[in-house]
């Protein structure tokens, strides 16, 4: 059996978001492998600040995109971004909340845990349209 991937504090990674559902393989995590170019590691809450600095950036994180099982992003959203981005926001002062339970241990690759630190946000219990949520 293999065990479960590592949060950057040591822990196992837990679920992100479920609705929507998030992850490089898009199933709730902020799993990743080698065909991951852009390090889908950083599980945020999205802010508007944070999507329109992404906008601004060229990486389009509202519009639905149903061929990619992506419905667009609002405020308030949990998800699964690349490292690098979530690195460029943060250099520009609109960085998202983190969710350092659900940001896997590849994150501290590009960015220092200081830095997710600074911009950690407590976690609820269970993340939406999980197991045992309602709806």
């Not at 837990?14 to 799993?31: I, Q």
């Not at 999205?46 to 509202?62: C, H, K, R, S």
Request: proline fraction near 9%; charge should be negative.
């Amino acid at each position: 059996m293999t065990r479960p991937a590592m949060n950057v504090l040591g822990g196992d990674l837990v679920p992100c978001s479920y609705d929507p559902v998030t992850g490089w393989y898009r199933d709730g995590c902020c799993h990743t492998d080698e065909h991951d170019v852009g390090s889908h590691v950083i599980c945020v809450r999205v802010t508007v600040a944070f999507l329109n600095q992404q906008m601004e950036a060229g990486n389009d994180l509202i519009t639905p995109r149903p061929e990619f099982r992506f419905k667009g992003l609002k405020p308030g959203d949990r998800w699964c971004v690349c490292a690098l981005r979530w690195r460029e926001a943060y250099e520009a002062g609109h960085a998202a909340p983190v969710v350092l339970e659900s940001t896997h241990a590849k994150a501290l690759e590009y960015v220092p845990l200081e830095w997710l630190m600074n911009r950690a946000v407590s976690r609820p219990a269970e993340p939406s349209g999980g197991p045992g949520s309602p709806g």
